[in-house]
């Protein structure tokens, strides 16, 4: 098993900052890909960004320039760092891994974290 844990969220205003940083322990080996996945209440999870071990990276259109997803595999470590947010509905931001692959189906991932809400506010 794989346990992921999620930090860093919070409330930020309009245009400004937010670093999240998800932690993995257990199985290690099975987080070759770990990526970002947000959902607010009402709809369905989306894709934000994914990295993998070798340092492929694919981000959503709507991210793309603002976002950065990076890792420190020494720490088994992945971060997301969310500049120039936008205000939006409440969010919450999901951590998850596979041992494989680069994918973007929320579906195609086998662990997750239990989130971390982000509020921008306007």
């Known amino acids: 098993q794989v346990q992921l844990v999620e930090s860093g969220g919070g409330l930020v205003q309009a245009g400004g900052s937010l670093r999240l940083s998800c932690a993995a322990s257990?199985?290690?080996?099975?987080?070759?890909?770990m990526a970002w996945f947000r959902q607010v209440s009402g709809k369905e999870r989306e894709f934000v960004a994914v990295?993998?071990?070798?340092?492929?990276?694919i981000y959503a259109d709507s991210v793309k320039g603002r976002f950065t997803i990076s890792r420190d595999n020494a720490k088994n470590t992945v971060y997301l760092q969310m500049n120039t947010l936008k205000p939006e509905n409440p969010a919450v931001y999901y951590c998850?891994?596979?041992?494989?692959?680069?994918?973007?189906?929320?579906?195609?991932?086998?662990?997750w974290g239990q989130g971390t809400q982000v509020t921008v506010s306007s």
């Open positions: 257990g199985r290690t080996g099975s987080t070759y890909t």
């Open positions: 990295n993998t071990r070798s340092a492929s990276t």
């Open positions: 998850a891994a596979r041992p494989f692959g680069i994918l973007q189906a929320p579906s195609s991932y086998d662990f």
